[in-house]
């Protein structure tokens, strides 16, 4: 899919892999991009940052475990600019520590932005796009964790991830030929993922400090998110369904295969394996 001249949607776009992705859109020729976060502040800026680059640009406050705020936030792009085309569902957040001691509020905080967050974003765009019966694209910002990086202390966010690839892969089945398809499978990142903790709404507890110790691993050896934003921008236009940042993830998904192998080699003896 081409990218100049299109309308884009980012969500959780006021920071890191959001702010790439904006960024490499500006670069790309976009028409109009709409950064859409919890963080009113940094949304503003990261839209005013787009605004300097030449591309139009709007900041719009929203919580994407929220449907009906979801439904605001397409509301009002499609009212500011008449459409879009491509939807960046990135938001995300992630909770860390002992997943038996975990609290529900920890797990239903990452479920509903990680999840269901996904689920509002894809339902309310994608039924607009059909209604139109325009083809736009849905970028889903997953992980590596998705391709079976089962991560300590993260379940919660594991089984988030493993979630989205499944629900985007399932709606590619089945409207693949109407609305383009992407999931964005990173690893490690610079970005400020490890402190979303700061802006956890009331319902789940409010504020809470993130893993400093996770934070400070990613500023040293995680990809510029800059970088991760040009790789997102090349993959839509191949229109590749898995986007990748980090080769060597290849090891997750093959150790996954050999285990499952081994498992019917041994429960199934006569059952022939593909080459």
Known sequence: MEIKEKIAVITGGASGIGRGIARALVTAGAKGIVIADIDSDRASAVAEEVRAGGVDAEAYTCDVSSEDAVEGLADFVWKRFGGVDLLFANAGVVASGNPFAATENDTRWEFDANIFGV????????????????????????SHNALGAPYPDVSGYVATKHASLGYVD??????????????????PINTAVWDAGRARPARFGGPVKGNAENAEYLKAYGMDPDLVGTKVIDGIRHEDFFIITHPEDIALPYKRYQEVKAAIRRQFPDFTLPA
């Open 119 to 142: 689920i509002h974003c894809c339902r309310v765009f994608g039924r607009r796009f059909l209604a139109a019966g325009h083809r736009g694209y849905i970028c889903v910002t997953s």
């Open 170 to 187: 399932a709606l590619r089945s089945q409207f693949g030929e109407k609305i383009g398809f992407s999931v964005l499978c990173p690893g």
